[in-house]
């Protein structure tokens, strides 16, 4: 989230971008190694919602589209798959903006560093104030800074 690397800030600004141009909206990007597989994950949605969810087709429109225009601004050190998908039901939250549009759902968040005495909230989302997000985790109210988020997403299972 609030804290990318160098290399994650590239791709963001390379692809938000493209995919804008496509139609879509970037979600949310990850970066990680499975399986000794480097990976660059990106979720993304319609820029129109009214147009239905992300299928199968448009990840692979664009990441058709995408990924040599990744390539030729050379946004990552090394070999790396490209991975495109639907945010899910299981939407991931990573924009100020999404804190504030899914107040009153459920959500799960990490953090990097303990905020209080956890790092991990699963309760119902109260919204975003300043730069804190408000969380209700068994009736009492957590604040947690925007910037200590890792890891966010609605828990609808």
Do not use: W
Not at 138 to 152: F, I, N, S, T
């Amino acid at each position: 989230m609030a804290r990318q690397d160098g290399q994650t800030t590239k791709v963001r600004e390379v692809a938000e971008p493209v995919l804008n141009g496509l139609g879509y909206d970037l979600i949310a990007l990850e970066s990680t190694v499975e399986h000794g597989r480097k990976i660059v994950r990106l979720y993304i949605d319609r820029l129109d919602s009214g147009k239905g969810s992300v299928g199968i087709e448009d990840c692979v429109l664009a990441t058709k589209e995408l990924s040599p225009v990744l390539d030729v601004a050379e946004v990552m050190d090394g070999r790396y798959e490209l991975e495109l998908s639907s945010p899910g039901i299981n939407r991931p939250l990573a924009r100020k903006s999404d804190f504030e549009k899914f107040a009153g759902k459920k959500v799960a968040v990490r953090t990097f560093d303990k905020v209080g005495d956890r790092r991990n909230f699963l309760g119902v989302l109260l919204g975003i104030e300043g730069e804190d997000i408000r969380i209700n985790v068994d009736g009492r109210e957590h604040r947690v800074p925007l910037g200590e988020v890792m890891k966010a997403h609605l828990d609808v299972l």
